[in-house]
């Protein structure tokens, strides 16, 4: 599709845009919260785990969360996104004249698009994959969200093989999600 002609008073603006990014982005934790905290302590006791369970984080990191309850018992999960990544990412954008106006872990979306599927009352772990000619990558998710923040990669040529040898070990997945060209 062809985009219309800027015009010389758009060259001055900055467009705000709303980034999903990749995994390799964040720093992710899930941390068990406890009955005593409130809904409106929730903020707080959120940033002193951070701080908690990464003490190299920066004040101005930034961090989104997900909230969920299974079995009784409430748990977030934290995607965090440290300011040296967001200065290289800032740093990006200003060559395209764009400025962030939030950014979002595409675990959190993809999560979304399947997670209306999932057995809340079972102890499932989903290996999701994307696909295409040459690589599949993707992740481990349980009912509850993202469950580790290593990405998976698996040669496309290599899928069957791979997939044989983890189903012998403890990551093994109970259910295989498939996007892309294989799916």
Do not use: M
């Not at 993809?110 to 999932?118: D, E, N, P, R």
Request: aromatic share 12%.
């Amino acid at each position: 599709p062809s985009f219309p002609p800027r015009r010389s008073s758009d060259l001055d603006k900055k467009s705000t845009v709303s980034l999903l990014l990749s995994q390799r982005f964040w720093d992710f934790l899930r941390i068990e919260i406890p009955l005593n905290v409130s809904e409106d302590s929730l903020p707080v006791f959120i940033k002193k785990e951070i701080h908690k369970n990464r003490p190299e984080t920066h004040i101005d990191d930034q961090y989104v969360y997900s909230i969920f309850t299974n079995r009784g018992k409430r748990f977030v999960n934290i995607f965090i996104l440290p300011q040296q990544k967001q200065q290289e990412i800032n740093t990006l954008l200003r060559f395209f004249d764009l400025t962030p106006k939030a950014y979002y872990p595409e675990a959190l979306f993809l999560y979304a698009s399947f997670q209306h599927t999932l057995n809340k009352k079972k102890e499932e772990r989903v290996l999701f994959l994307d696909s295409n000619k040459q690589q599949c990558t993707g992740y481990y998710f349980d009912a509850n969200g993202l469950v580790e923040d290593a990405i998976v990669r698996i040669p496309t040529p290599e899928l069957i093989g791979t997939l044989k040898q983890i189903s012998k070990t403890d990551k093994k997945p109970t259910r295989l999600i498939l996007s892309g060209t294989l799916s």
